[in-house]
DNA sequence: GCACTAAGTTCAAGCATTGAACGAATGAGG
DNA sequence: CCTCATTCGTTCAATGCTTGAACTTAGTGC
């Protein structure tokens, strides 16, 4: 590493900075030069690869008081874009996205993936990429993909709800079907990073939870998604709230997930899906309000678990749990300003997600728009 | 930040890496430059302020084989010391430590500390501290001191066993006695950061348990110590395993600590001290034995789900803990092997900790050593 | 037209690492 | 004792990105 490359990294760092402030808001050099702290003379030479490599474009000049004019830069309206995709038990979903945070194209399509193999899976998701992307002329920058299970290293360690694809290499394979850099990660990580990127809903480090057919945590430490030494991190379902309690599919006992899954509250509630309950408590149904309050008390329990651990001051219910919000909220506060130690001075914060049903595939391609910010040497390529 | 303070920054980083490596081991220009990628020529550079500076010496030539000899270079054996210190409820120690992680000096003195003012307190502390730095004339390069509870940004957040310290601004108030610089931390962080460094035991992330009073972990993530946004990260003391359980002195239900802290055991084994305890077990008491195994069934499950959140693969075992380790261990493992979901593949590994009772106040004095380390520009003030 | 204001551009200065060449210090072999 | 091989450590020119000041550009207000 010679001191040339040193000076390199640091104006990689200083391209990072200025892509993170252009993804905040647009703004012309004089103004980024004082939101990043660089002067003008290195915006002007930092922004001029991007405004040739078609990253950025310049903006007729804003005729705004005195002096010269400012040209405001913004990510090229026909710049490069991002792929996410998500595979789940019941549905697939695409999305890209756009460097300035701009969803373009989304797919929804019900599909029952349960017993689908690899090989299936995979050709229906390349096929929605190509819709997706057909006929556009701008460049692709990656996919990102979401998996319900845990990933590490490229490849699905654990699905309890898709057994079929456990141990696939679903990234590598879908990237040889789209020719396309394919990164593959759980799905509730994702879903937080949604939160986080590119507008970041809490501010500081928090931690998201939802609840599909598992519940899953996706726990933000420093700005960034913990992912644990092999994937595993944030297994909100599997935190023990009953050592002698219910036996989990796990193997354990009184895992949070058996007293505070969807499946349960449903059952419970006697429904069959989320938006039969939904409704039922918008009808002021006692049996389904007992039914999700019950799952609240449980879920604050595990969560308040959770906050005694990592300490964030943050949590942010998404998913099934986002719509289930006010009935919620009241069993689960309850039970963090019981348990949780910070709590006595600095209320545990709970927030519902905005982000609805396209969370977790905004994630998956926010995942590679952020990479492509964070690493801007891709962006040359 | 000019281009030339960057470049500082870059000499600065050199720096970290070439001492890291002499923490290693020590070692001439050229086997440091071998080892830290670097070249004969920057070591030249770099090292030479630092053997100005009385940082590192040059050893007498080392006559081995063929070739002009190597002159290898250590911390100077009169360089700067760091100082640990540690209040706990029943005793106060302190230790002096080398760069070079050698320990100079250790005091551990019993003291009922429960009903001591911050002036009492902190007036032993800076006696011991005076005792053993006294007539020595080496830099000091400040205090780390170790304390049993929450503490954030220099001050008592939380001591349920030293409630008289709660609030007060122990770093200050300690450096004001001393003259020198103080960093006030957690027991059980610096417990598991006497673990990390200087030599790191379990070579990778890793959550290190003790129990005095209350149950403390220090979780290392990535090489550092996780400490949370506002201090409360790792109590495992209050992660519940029974949420309908034992009222616990937090306000909260079900805490591991109520069923797996060191007064339970004792109690329930019939004992009032660990050493009485300790012979107990030795000589086979069957009662010691089953309350040592019901603790670690409960300390088993709480772990479990630390792990199912942090996702480490090694749980260190110290303090009381440690002395108890044979006893506990099966107990323990049992418990995380039928819980922790990464389990099934990657057996958690389970050590006990060889550090004794000094494992907090050398992890007080390692906080010094490795923030000089960290950041050399502290070495040459 | 002229003064004023702000945006954007040009340009020399500054520094830690590098790699190659060099000097230093020893052992082996004759 | 001398020479060669070997390894350690030092010297030195070249390198490139940000900076701040000076400068140019492009508007407004009177």
């Given at each position: 590493?010679t001191?040339?490359?040193h000076?390199r ?5 200083n391209l ?5 402030a252009?993804?905040?808001r ?7 030069a004082a ?11 930092l922004?001029?690869p991007l ?15 005195m002096g010269r004019?400012s040209?405001?830069?913004r990510?090229?309206?026909a710049?490069?874009v991002a792929?996410?995709a ?10 890209t ?16 993936m ?10 229906r ?12 002329e701008?460049?692709?920058?990656g ?10 290293d490229?490849?699905?360690?654990r ?17 040889e ?5 394919v ?19 809490a ?5 998201h ?19 644990g ?6 297994e ?19 895992c949070?997930?058996?007293y ?5 509250i449903?059952?419970e ?30 879920l604050?329990?595990g969560?308040?678990?959770?906050m005694?651990?990592?300490?964030v001051?943050?949590v942010v219910?998404?998913?099934?749990y986002a719509?289930?919000y006010?009935?919620l909220r ?8 019981g ?7 600095r ?28 690493q ?6």
């Amino acid at each position: 590493m010679t001191t040339v490359d040193h000076l390199r990294q640091v104006r990689l760092g200083n391209l990072r900075t200025v892509l993170l402030a252009l993804v905040d808001r647009p703004g012309s050099r004089a103004d980024l030069a004082a939101r990043t702290g660089l002067t003008k003379a290195t915006l002007s030479n930092l922004t001029e690869p991007l405004l040739a490599g078609g990253i950025l474009v310049e903006e007729p000049a804003t005729l705004a008081g005195m002096g010269r004019p400012s040209k405001p830069l913004r990510f090229h309206p026909a710049g490069p874009v991002a792929v996410g995709a998500e595979i789940n038990v019941s549905h697939l979903a695409v999305e890209t996205l756009g460097l300035d945070g701009a969803t373009l194209e989304r797919r929804l399509v019900p599909a029952d993936m349960r017993k689908a193999t690899a090989d299936e899976v995979l050709d229906r998701v390349a096929g929605l990429i190509r819709e997706v992307t057909g006929g556009s002329e701008r460049t692709l920058l990656g996919v990102g993909l979401a998996f319900p299970g845990v990933v590490h290293d490229g490849a699905i360690v654990r699905a309890p709800n898709l057994p079929e694809l456990v141990g696939e290499r679903l990234a590598e394979r879908l990237g040889e079907r789209t020719g396309l850099d394919v990164q593959l990660d759980n799905e509730a990580n994702l879903a937080a990073l949604a939160h986080l990127w590119p507008r970041h809903l809490a501010g500081e480090d928090f931690v998201h939870v939802t609840a599909d057919v598992g519940i899953g945590a996706g726990v933000v430490l420093g700005g960034e998604v913990y992912r644990g030494v092999s994937g595993f991190a944030g297994e909100l379902g599997h935190v023990v709230i009953e050592r002698n309690g219910i036996r989990c599919t796990c193997g354990s006992r009184g895992c949070v997930e058996r007293y505070a899954g969807l499946d349960v509250i449903l059952r419970e509630a006697g429904r069959r899906r989320l938006d039969s309950l939904r409704k039922a408590l918008e009808a002021g149904d006692p049996k389904a309000a007992a039914a999700v309050r019950t799952a609240g008390e449980a879920l604050g329990v595990g969560i308040a678990t959770l906050m005694n651990l990592f300490d964030v001051p943050t949590v942010v219910l998404g998913g099934s749990y986002a719509v289930l919000y006010d009935h919620l909220r009241e069993a689960v506060q309850s039970e963090l300003d019981g348990r949780v130690l910070a709590g006595g001075e600095r209320h545990t914060r709970l927030l519902a997600s905005p982000l609805g049903e396209f969370a977790v595939v905004r994630g998956a391609a926010g995942l590679i728009t952020r990479r492509a910010v964070q690493q801007p040497e891709r962006l040359f390529a």
